[in-house]
């Protein structure tokens, strides 16, 4: 039975696990859950998922969610996935594992919440929150600084200084990548102080192409959108600032 991907593609996980998907050559059909439209607020998406959130998966009668666990799942229970997303040697996994549990306290918390209060709230019918903007922007910060000067030391370009890329540098990668639907002068801002960050982004793409740029369209899609928006909040006097001051 095919493995079934529940995504939404403006979702950095969802990204992620079905980039590891192609990359490694999973059999897998995507179906689309658009947050957009609060599809994973319905009462069928709950029966599969409970918590209401993508990605999930439904590998026969196996139902899985949470995003990390997803991409774990996967690197061990399909043939032929390499060695190097999620290696056998146990010291290895536990320090990749240990790099996971860092994102969703600290980076995933400050890219997905400077991002959402900053630019994307407009797009999904809610306000923007300056002062949200603001505190998140400061545990982004940190959280780049944090990868630069701890997760990046090592000789090879990837995270734990690995020479090829791991399900972390996937993870983190798409988070990161979420900034993209920034204006420009922000994103820059932001991310241009961490030259090691910017490195391990682009040996993350050259790894993973061209699904990596075949994922990650839709956020240029989504910038233009948001220019769109911002045009016409300009001509009738009513734009919202991105920056988080």
Known sequence: MTLKVYADRMSQPSR???IF???NGIEFEEIKVELSKRQHLSPEFKE????KQVPTIVDGGFKLFESHAILIYLA???PGVADHWYPADLFKRAKINSVLDWHHSNLRRGAAGFVLNSA????LGLPLNPQAAAEAEKLLSASLGMIESFWLKG????LLGSSQPSIADLSLVCEIMQLEVLDEEDRNRILSPHKKVLQLIEETRNATRPHFDELHAILYKVKARLRELCVAGTMTGDRPSSRSE
Not at 120 to 123: C, K, Q, V
Not at 155 to 158: D, E, M, R, S, V
């Open 21 to 23: 998907c192609k990359v």
């Open 120 to 123: 994307l709230a407009p797009a």
């Open 155 to 158: 000789n090879g370009p990837f």
């Open 16 to 18: 992620a696990v079905i």
């Open 48 to 51: 599969i998922n409970p918590m």
């Open 76 to 78: 061990c229970a399909c």
